[in-house]
């Protein structure tokens, strides 16, 4: 590969769109609404940390199966 082909390949990979995940995940990180969220849910758990008498525990429907 010569020097100019592997520049050529270098500009077109910086000039790309992101993959459509990366996307997704730019969009998320920049709502106002989810970040809120992700704010809540942290400090919840940060309330909830080292008292044991608080246990948070998930809904069985949300938890895979064992088997």
């Known amino acids: ?4 082909t592997l520049i050529a390949l ?4 910086a000039t790309a769109l992101p993959p459509e995940s990366s996307q997704m995940l730019v969009r998320h990180l920049q709502c106002k609404e989810s ?9 919840a758990s940060d309330r909830y940390v080292g008292n044991d008498s608080q246990l948070l525990t998930a809904p069985t429907e949300c938890l895979p199966p064992l088997a």
Do not use: G, K, N
């Open 1 to 4: 590969m010569t020097p100019e």
């Open 35 to 43: 970040l809120a969220v992700s704010r809540a849910v942290a400090e």
């Open 10 to 13: 270098f500009e077109a990979r």
